[in-house]
């Protein structure tokens, strides 16, 4: 007679006990019985146990989305990763007081300055010398400098830029740019990247006078559980997404 440690091992219940795979091949035996296309017995250490799979006989609904409890082990992996510094938390009061909808639908939305922007020292010079070692590397490149070319065409044809007005007496910045290729890309192949991070004369960039906001997009073992939950998965891309963005005008000068 098979010595089985339960009888109800198909029946769901608590589980006692984990054993990783360091332990579970030392007590793995080398006696195996077959029961059927599905399953087997297993000789361990302990006992015989069934291996294998169950037949489903009726259909269950997938969950559509996965919540974790505080409890479970997994949520060591995201619980960091969900928590909101003071920083974070008073980043989004300021989008959230602030955001408006124009009547395109558009949001309008304010910078959320932690200085005042005043404190931002010349950046007109810095931005003028990384243009001009851009335009050497693009006269080496003509077919480059077209595509850069073409690509500012577009902001300027859908009206995502305009001529800077140099009367204004609002604290300005002027962001520097440079192009980034990506071959692999099925709609952009080279898109033009702004750099916040370039220090005015006074030694701070516009990056850090504003308020780091919370992470928006999803952890990343969340997105692999829900991916792997359906048969079929569909992405998209939404072109020119952030750009939908619109400036609060009394911004508009910092970027």
């Not at 080398?30 to 489903?56: R, Y």
């Not at 950046?123 to 851009?134: E, H």
């Not at 005015?200 to 991916?227: A, E, Y």
Request: hydrophobic share 40%; charged share 20%; glycine share 4%.
């Amino acid at each position: 007679m098979i010595n089985l440690l339960t009888r109800v091992f198909h029946t769901p219940g608590n589980i006692d006990l984990l054993l990783g795979t360091e332990i579970f091949f030392n007590i793995l035996g080398n006696e195996k019985w077959i029961l059927s296309d599905l399953a087997s017995l297993h000789l361990t250490q302990f006992c015989w146990i069934v291996a294998g799979k169950l037949p489903i006989t009726q259909q269950c609904n997938s969950p559509t989305s996965i919540n974790m409890l505080s409890s479970s082990g997994f949520s060591f992996f995201t619980s960091k990763a969900t928590q909101r510094t003071s920083e974070e938390t008073e980043a989004e009061k300021h989008f959230q007081s602030t955001f408006k909808r124009n009547h395109d639908g558009r949001f309008l939305v304010k910078l959320p300055l932690q200085q005042d922007p005043k404190v931002l020292g010349n950046s007109c010079s810095m931005a003028q010398k990384r243009f001009f070692n851009l335009e050497k590397l693009l006269a080496k490149d003509p077919s480059l400098a077209m595509q850069c070319k073409s690509f500012m065409d577009g902001y300027l044809e859908l009206d995502h830029m305009e001529l800077v007005d140099e009367s204004t007496d609002l604290p300005t910045y002027y962001l520097p740019h440079h192009a980034v290729f990506k071959t692999d890309s099925s709609t952009t192949k080279i898109r033009v990247v702004f750099d916040g991070s370039a220090a005015t004369s006074s030694g701070l960039s516009l990056n850090q006078i504003l308020l780091k906001g919370p992470k928006v997009q999803p952890d990343i073992i969340q997105i692999l559980w829900r991916f792997r939950l359906f048969n079929i998965a569909i992405t998209a891309d939404v072109a020119k997404m952030y750009r939908q963005v619109m400036m609060s005008p009394g911004d508009s000068e910092l970027q």
